[in-house]
C-alpha cells in the first residue's frame, strides 16, 4: 500500500531531552512537510523540503530541525530548545514542488512529561 | 501575515439535513483551496479542492463554492451522516511554499 507513515503514534519525553519523529513516504512524492497542531487549532508548519538535501523553515521552526538525505523520508527532531513541545505533530507530502494536495500522515502524539 | 478563518466553530446537524461549513480567506492572490476532514486522533484527509477559475466543484455528497468577490469558501454535504462528524478545515495554497490552514469547524452529527 502507498502512503505516509509516522512513528511512533504516542510519543513520551522527558524535558530536556531531543526527540526524533519519524515521516516516512512511498508516493514518490517530492515535497514533504511539518505542521504542529495544537488542541482546538489548525495546523502551523514548522518546517518543509520540496527536494532532497534541501528544506526551508516554516513559521514555527524554532526549537525544531530537520533532514531530508532521502526523497522518502523526512525525520523532525524536537529539540530541548522548545519550550512547549507537547502536541500532534502531522507529515505530509505533494507530488511536486508546489503547494498543491497535500497528504497527511497519520500523527505522532508527543507529550513532555 | 494573511490568513485564511471560520466563521463557526463549531456547528451541529441533524442526520439526514445538509450541512454547510464556511471559510473566509484573505490572501487574494491564493490560486487553491482545499477542505479537509479530520477525526479525533487522526491525520486530516482530503475531501475536495478547488481552483481560483472555477466557481463550483462537486464530489460525491460534498460540494465546494467559491467566491472570490467576498473572498468565501464553503463546503456542502449533503445528506449529512454520523460518520461525517469530525472537523473540517479549509486551507489555501500560499503558492510554493506550503498550504496556510484555517483552525477548523467542528461538525456534530445528531441521531
Request: hydrophobic content about 30%; some cysteine; glycine content about 10%.
Amino acid at each position: 500500500d502507498g502512503g505516509i507513515t509516522q512513528s511512533p503514534k504516542y510519543l513520551f519525553r522527558k524535558e530536556g531531552q531531543n526527540v526524533t519523529l519519524s515521516c516516512e513516504q512511498n508516493l514518490n512524492h517530492d515535497a514533504m512537510y511539518w505542521y504542529r497542531q495544537d488542541p482546538g487549532q489548525g495546523l502551523r508548519l514548522i518546517y518543509y523540503s520540496q527536494i532532497v538535501n534541501d528544506f526551508q523553515k516554516g513559521d514555527i521552526a524554532e526549537g525544531y530541525s530537520v533532514s531530508r538525505e532521502k526523497k522518502e523520508s523526512f525525520p523532525l527532531t524536537v529539540t530541548s530548545a522548545q519550550k512547549n513541545p507537547t502536541a500532534f505533530y502531522l507529515c505530509a507530502s505533494t507530488p511536486g514542488g508546489r503547494a498543491d494536495t497535500q497528504y497527511f500522515g497519520p500523527g505522532t502524539r508527543l507529550t513532555v512529561l | 501575515g494573511e490568513s485564511v478563518g471560520l466563521h463557526l466553530p463549531t456547528l451541529s446537524v441533524q442526520e439526514g439535513d445538509n450541512s454547510i461549513i464556511n471559510c473566509a480567506y484573505s490572501n487574494s492572490a491564493s490560486d487553491y483551496f482545499i477542505w479537509y476532514k479530520q477525526e479525533s486522533g487522526k491525520g486530516p484527509q482530503f475531501i475536495i479542492d478547488i481552483r481560483s477559475n472555477m466557481d463550483k466543484r462537486q464530489g460525491q455528497r460534498v460540494t465546494v463554492l467559491l467566491n472570490k468577490t467576498v473572498k468565501h469558501l464553503s463546503l456542502q454535504i449533503a445528506a449529512t451522516q454520523p460518520g461525517d462528524s469530525a472537523v473540517y478545515f479549509c486551507a489555501e495554497n500560499e503558492g510554493l511554499r506550503a498550504l496556510n490552514f484555517g483552525k477548523g469547524t467542528s461538525l456534530l452529527v445528531t441521531p
